[in-house]
């Protein structure tokens, strides 16, 4: 992690050791998922180490500043296990230090000297922002449905991995319009994946890394998979849904665990289809810029909606 | 959907037009997929290649030519009707036929040629508003849309023929609708629908026009009333292209529409819903005052203020610009102007049951 955390001398110094360690916590246990698929470009396109390093920096500093953000938002008392930062220090230096790697990220970048990039990566922050902000509108919305957290979910979540996929391709300059687009699409496709599978870990579905049941509806928030599964539900079934201690209770107000089951099949089957998208996306990948690329891209799908190890 | 089911083609691809009006193959269509990246309608298009379905008659005729629209043309031509009928002034009974089934069918061809439009432009993709369920649900192809479309227009306009004969002056009151029309289809990809000027299009067509224009067809020529009932069904019109276009505002907003919602922004928008609902109120009441008996003025003002409370208090509290609280809001406003409209055609009603010494 130390390479992405220093792309320039003046990033974190040293006269700022509380930054520096709140940094560290935050940083340490992630998986740096992101970081790993610019690799996986950039390693096709050959683009040079240090573009490779400023693209890596850039996506997991925006990424880990919407966390910051994020669980002082939520009040998330956890990431990645420990003690959220907006806790264990406190909530202004949370917000202090999400905007200090935002501030990076602008700083090290327009340094760069790609205008494109710069200004695609601003647009980027600028969706993620308001895909929060509109999140947050929608807390108490139980008749939320999910074609409008699609949208919000496009901006919140489907940005970032845009940004993965086309940042790469922009930084070096190669602006292929039909490539973007399919890349654009497969970014928007991935982070919908991602949020739906993500949402599903609520309900203990796939739920492998053992994250807490039920988090989003007692917090209120309606969830893709909440949504989907209350779409037929009258108003004041869903008012109850939120009630839920566990998830028996949670069964029993949608009308049984084979209802669950069943709406969780017909939930698998509409995400089926849009991997299948995907998948006909990575073939313009293959066709424009090789076959190896497309080989490393195809099991996305597996390991971001199926949680399947990679 | 497996993957050999679906084809992306680039615009300047031979074979996209012929995907894009479905004329590839009789048996299948070409459904555009929806993209949540609003700017992505203008060079890629993946399309998913499906057999074609044909639902039931009713289904596929009310859905394809949006007869639950034609309200909004019927009700100024029933008011028309009635006053006319009230004031004796009603000419030929065959020609007032003709023309309000010639409205019906320009209302619908119009309308068709429209989500035509919103299909080969690509905004149907990228709006969940736009476009017309026989397209999306692979019944018919475009250009069997475009082609009933124009058959629609022909049959309109042959049965306005004997109206326009006889009638010439109408002429001068259609002469600036067939120009927009003109402008809108060959204007860029957004045509002139999504812009803040056509709203005032829209309030000309349900309006002024249609009302001034159908009177004198049927031979009761031209007054004042006839004007101000004009401005009533068009404001509602209007209305309720508002309340769609701030049902919408976030989506319009990202596609760069470039209507009066979006300009004014959430809270302005609120406040111009309210304004414009108190206008068309006070407006019918002015009317009643004027032109009908005054137990008619306090039915309308006692109703359309009752009306008018939760809905001016559902938009008021409203603090998001997603979510199904704005849909709800929505409604209510929707319900207030159903309402409104409702009243007004019982109204009629009665008027024509007094006229026939059935009350």
């Given at each position: 992690?130390?390479?992405?955390?220093?792309?320039?001398p003046?990033d974190?110094?040293?006269?700022?050791?509380?930054?520096?360690?709140?940094?560290?916590?935050?940083?340490?246990?992630?998986?740096?998922?992101?970081?790993?698929?610019?690799?996986?470009?950039c390693?096709?396109?050959?683009?040079?180490?240090?573009?490779?390093?400023?693209?890596?920096?850039t996506?997991?500093f925006?990424?880990?500043?919407?966390?910051?953000?994020?669980?002082?938002?939520?009040?998330?008392?956890?990431?990645r296990?420990?003690?959220?930062?907006?806790?264990?220090?406190?909530?202004?230096?949370?917000?202090?230090?999400?905007d200090?790697?935002l501030a990076?990220v602008?700083?090290?970048?327009s340094?760069?000297?790609?205008?494109?990039?710069?200004?695609y990566?601003?647009?980027?922050?600028?969706?993620?922002?308001?895909?929060?902000w509109?999140?947050?509108?929608l807390v108490g919305?139980?008749d939320?449905?999910?074609?409008?957290?699609d949208?919000?979910?496009n901006?919140k979540?489907?940005?970032l991995?845009?940004w993965c996929?086309?940042?790469p391709?922009?930084?070096?300059?190669?602006?292929?319009?039909?490539?973007?687009?399919?890349?654009?699409?497969?970014?928007?496709?991935?982070?919908?994946?991602f949020?739906?599978?993500?949402d599903?870990?609520?309900f203990?579905?796939?739920?492998?890394?053992g994250?807490?049941?039920?988090?989003?509806?007692?917090?209120?928030?309606f969830?893709?998979?909440?949504?989907?599964?209350?779409?037929?539900?009258?108003?004041?079934v869903?008012?109850e849904?939120?009630?839920?201690?566990n998830?028996?209770q949670?069964f029993?107000?949608?009308?049984?665990?084979e209802?669950f089951s069943?709406?969780?099949?017909?939930?698998?089957q509409?995400n089926?289809?849009?991997?299948?998208?995907?998948q006909?996306?990575?073939?313009?990948?293959?066709r424009?810029?090789?076959?190896?690329?497309?080989?490393?891209m195809?099991?996305?799908?597996?390991?971001?909606?199926?949680?399947?190890?990679? | 959907?497996?993957?050999?089911?679906?084809l992306?083609?680039?615009?300047?691809?031979?074979?996209?037009?012929k995907y894009?009006?479905?004329?590839f193959?009789a048996?299948?269509?070409?459904l555009p997929?929806?993209?949540?990246?609003?700017?992505?309608e203008?060079?890629?298009?993946?399309?998913?290649i499906?057999?074609?379905?044909?639902?039931?008659?009713?289904?596929?005729?009310?859905?394809?030519?949006?007869?639950?629209?034609?309200?909004l043309?019927?009700?100024?031509l029933?008011?028309v009707?009635?006053?006319n009928?009230?004031?004796?002034?009603?000419g030929?009974?065959?020609?007032?036929?003709?023309?309000?089934?010639?409205?019906?069918?320009?209302?619908?061809?119009?309308?068709?040629?429209?989500?035509?439009q919103d299909?080969?432009r690509?905004l149907?993709?990228?709006h969940?508003?736009a476009?017309?369920p026989?397209?999306?649900k692979?019944?018919?192809s475009?250009?069997?849309?475009?082609?009933?479309?124009?058959?629609?227009?022909?049959?309109?306009?042959?049965?306005?023929?004997?109206?326009?004969?006889?009638?010439?002056?109408i002429?001068?009151l259609?002469?600036?609708l067939?120009?927009?029309?003109?402008w809108?289809?060959l204007?860029?990809?957004?045509?002139?629908k999504?812009?803040?000027?056509?709203?005032?299009?829209?309030?000309?067509?349900?309006?002024?026009?249609l009302t001034?224009?159908?009177?004198?067809?049927?031979g009761?020529?031209?007054?004042?009333?006839?004007?101000?009932l004009?401005?009533?069904?068009?404001w509602?019109?209007?209305?309720?292209?508002?309340?769609?276009?701030?049902?919408?505002?976030?989506?319009n907003?990202?596609?760069?529409?470039?209507?009066?919602?979006?300009?004014?922004g959430?809270?302005?928008?609120?406040?111009?819903?309210?304004?414009?609902?108190i206008?068309?109120v006070?407006?019918?009441v002015?009317?009643?005052?004027?032109?009908s008996?005054?137990?008619?003025?306090w039915?309308?003002?006692?109703?359309?203020?009752?009306g008018?409370v939760?809905?001016?208090?559902?938009v008021?509290?409203?603090?998001v610009?997603v979510?199904?609280r704005i849909?709800?809001?929505?409604?209510?406003?929707?319900?207030?102007?159903?309402?409104?409209l409702?009243?007004?055609?019982l109204?009629?009603?009665?008027?024509?049951?007094?006229?026939?010494?059935?009350?």
């Open positions: 992690m130390s390479s992405i955390k220093i792309f320039d003046k974190f110094p040293s006269y700022l050791p509380k930054l520096n360690l709140l940094y560290d916590d935050l940083f340490t246990g992630g998986k740096g998922f992101r970081a790993k698929l610019i690799h996986i470009f390693e096709t396109l050959k683009a040079p180490h240090q573009t490779e390093q400023l693209l890596a920096q996506i997991e925006i990424h880990n500043a919407s966390l910051l953000h994020d669980d002082l938002i939520d009040r998330s008392a956890l990431r296990g420990k003690t959220a930062a907006w806790l264990k220090y406190n909530p202004e230096y949370a917000v202090l230090a999400g200090y790697l990076r602008m700083v090290n970048l340094g760069f000297g790609n205008i494109r990039l710069v200004q990566t601003a647009e980027v922050i600028s969706d993620l922002l308001e895909g929060e509109l999140q947050d509108s919305d139980y939320v449905k999910l074609p409008e957290l949208r919000v979910h901006l979540t489907a940005s991995f845009k996929l086309r940042a391709f922009i930084a070096l300059e190669k602006y292929d319009e039909e490539l973007h687009h399919a890349l654009e699409e497969m970014g928007t496709l991935l982070g919908e994946l949020q739906r599978s993500d599903l870990l609520d203990d579905v796939r739920n492998h890394e994250k807490a049941l039920l988090g989003d509806l007692k917090s209120g928030y969830n893709s998979f909440a949504s989907f599964v209350a779409e037929d539900l009258g108003s004041e869903r008012r849904l939120k009630k839920s201690e998830l028996d949670f029993q107000h949608i009308g049984g665990k209802v069943r709406k969780l099949e017909a939930f698998d509409i089926q289809k849009k991997i299948d998208l995907y006909h996306h990575v073939n313009t990948l293959e424009k810029v090789g076959a190896d690329l497309a080989r490393q195809r099991p996305l799908t597996n390991i971001l909606y199926w949680r399947k190890a990679p | 959907m497996s993957a050999s089911r679906l992306t083609l680039d615009k300047t691809n031979p074979d996209f037009l894009i009006w479905g004329t193959s048996e299948e269509r070409a997929l929806q993209s949540l990246n609003v700017n992505s203008t060079e890629q298009v993946t399309f998913e499906v057999k074609t379905f044909r639902p039931a008659f009713m289904e596929m005729f009310v859905q394809t030519l949006k007869i639950r629209n034609l309200y043309g019927l009700a100024p029933f008011f009707l009635v006053k009928a009230l004031d004796e002034t009603l030929d009974e065959i020609l007032a036929v003709f023309s309000a089934l010639a409205v019906i069918f320009l209302q619908m061809g119009i309308e068709l040629a429209n989500d035509v299909h080969v690509g149907d993709r990228v969940p508003r476009g017309n026989a397209l999306k692979a019944w018919f475009a250009r069997d849309l475009k082609n009933t479309s124009w058959v629609l227009i022909a049959v309109g306009g042959c049965l306005g023929l004997p109206s326009l004969i006889i009638f010439p002056e002429f001068v259609l002469l600036p067939f120009v927009l029309g003109f809108g289809a204007s860029d990809r957004m045509g002139f999504y812009r803040s000027w056509s709203e005032w299009v829209v309030f000309m067509m349900f309006g002024p026009l001034i224009g159908y009177q004198i067809s049927i009761g020529g031209f007054d004042l009333e006839v004007v101000a004009g401005c009533l069904t068009g509602l019109t209007v209305f309720q292209v508002h309340l769609k276009n701030f049902d919408q505002l976030m989506v907003s990202q596609a760069g529409f470039n209507n009066t919602m979006v300009r004014l959430f809270e302005k928008s609120k406040s111009l819903i309210v304004i414009w609902w206008l068309f006070v407006g019918l002015i009317y009643q005052v004027i032109y008996q005054p137990v008619w003025q039915i309308f003002a006692a109703a359309l203020i009752a008018a939760p809905m001016i208090f559902a008021s509290k409203l603090e610009s979510g199904s849909h709800k809001a929505v409604q209510v406003a929707t319900r207030a102007s159903q309402f409104a409702t009243l007004w055609v109204q009629n009603i009665w008027f024509l049951l007094v006229l026939e010494g059935v009350l």
